[in-house]
């Protein structure tokens, strides 16, 4: 299995390059893994120890955000290597200042694992959710560096435990420690004497710092002080179809609509803009207010929408019908009822809100119609205890992760 890995990752490695000739997200993935090394030989004269942490893309940056910002407030003395494999994380956050320094993760082939370690030589390795690389971890634990993975959530259907996952679970045990996310995970990795740790997501965290401080807007505070506001983030075309037939029916009940496009290019806002008849304002156009011929409010701008689910009233988040539904902790934060598509089986959070009646899953336009016409004003208040209840009892993981990372720093 390691010699068939290998080979798939040159072939990958030769598919994204050939890619690159067509897709712009493909170009940027080669572009960015360019003259890597070089990149990196500055670090051999960098006094201080260094912190490795690998996140997979934008999603997961947000879990991996409030260590980086703990290291900020508490720790000076460490340098901070900030690592993606996806451009849609990379490209976002490659200016972002509480890492020292930010780049691509190399092609996960035995060589660059190996270089790459050599040239970082990190004391701690601090791995993101799942993005789980088998070269770079039995590079990490031959020369016995720590490494972690944290925030993590395994399934049963997942190829670590499928009859052929056995090389795949051998990487978990280069882990020098696990932090999953419930004890469905802990009980499935245990089954194979793979020793984990509870500790809550450390999203919850970041949700909850964001909802004490949200951005302020002056349109947007006097869009949701004159009518009820349905924010749509994280759309993808499929989403914003659906939002276009329900849309009829959503200004009958009196909403104005919000959307926030998962990849914000002038494409896709032209054609949020198009299908909905032109009457659409531009976010990054608004003053101090919206322009009252407007039906609908495109978020063009990127970072906001955390605080944006803030002015709504109800949140739909995009995802749903495609691989699956994005985040839904930033709108549940605020106490907002969460609509979503059907695709929902790896969020936990989406799952555990359904259960609790804090959000709801619908297939189409019809049905999400119909779930907003009967939110009457009790089931709304009801909605809102039930989701601030379910943020405020999951916080304190990154306190956890945070702590065994000192501790092993400073052993």
């Known amino acids: ?165 056995y090389f795949f679970r051998q990487n978990l045990n280069c882990f020098s420690k696990i932090f999953v996310q419930n004890e469905t995970s802990k009980q499935l990795l245990g089954q194979f004497n793979i020793r984990s740790e509870i500790a809550n997501d450390t999203r919850f965290d970041r949700v909850k710092s ?12 006097k869009l949701k002080n004159a009518h009820k506001v349905f924010v749509a983030g994280s759309t993808w075309p499929t989403d914003e179809v659906l939002l276009r037939e329900a849309w009829l029916k959503l200004k009958q009940l009196g909403y104005k609509l919000i959307i926030a496009p998962h990849d914000v290019n002038q494409e896709r806002l032209k054609h949020i803009s198009e299908l909905f008849d032109k009457k659409t304002q531009l976010f990054s156009e608004t003053l101090n207010e919206l322009d009252i011929e407007s039906d609908v409010l495109i978020i063009d701008t990127i970072g906001d929408l955390s605080s944006i689910y803030f002015y709504g009233h109800i949140a739909y988040v995009g995802g749903g019908f495609n691989v699956s539904v994005h985040n839904v902790l930033e709108p549940a934060v605020y106490g907002l009822p969460v609509m979503f598509g059907p695709n929902h089986q790896k969020s936990l959070e989406a799952i555990a809100l359904i259960n609790l009646g804090g959000a709801f899953s619908f297939v189409n336009s019809f049905e999400l119609c119909t779930l907003i016409a009967n939110l009457t004003t009790e089931k709304m208040d009801a909605i809102k205890q039930v989701n601030l209840n379910y943020i405020n009892n999951h916080l304190g993981g990154t306190e956890l992760v945070y702590n065994y990372i000192k501790q092993q720093l400073r052993a």
């Open 1 to 165: 299995m390691k010699i068939a890995y290998n080979i798939f990752i040159h072939l990958y490695g030769f598919a994204i390059k050939f890619s690159s000739l067509f897709y712009p997200k493909a170009k940027l993935w080669i572009e960015g893994r360019k003259d890597w090394e070089q990149e990196l030989t500055y670090l051999k004269k960098v006094k201080y120890p260094i912190v490795w942490v690998h996140c997979a893309s934008l999603g997961e940056f947000e879990q991996a955000r409030p260590l980086l910002e703990r290291f900020n407030q508490y720790e000076n003395d460490y340098f901070i290597v900030l690592t993606f494999f996806s451009p849609s994380g990379f490209e976002v956050r490659k200016n972002y200042p509480l890492a020292n320094k930010v780049m691509y993760l190399p092609l996960d082939t035995p060589s660059n694992a190996k270089r790459f370690v050599s040239l970082i030589n990190p004391s701690i390795a601090i791995f993101t959710k799942y993005d789980i690389w088998p070269n770079f971890l039995n590079e990490l634990k031959q020369r016995k560096i720590i490494s972690l993975l944290f925030s993590a959530n395994f399934r049963k259907n997942q190829h670590y435990f499928k009859w052929y996952g």
């Open 210 to 221: 964001i909802a004490n401080e949200p951005k302020s807007f002056a349109a947007l505070i």
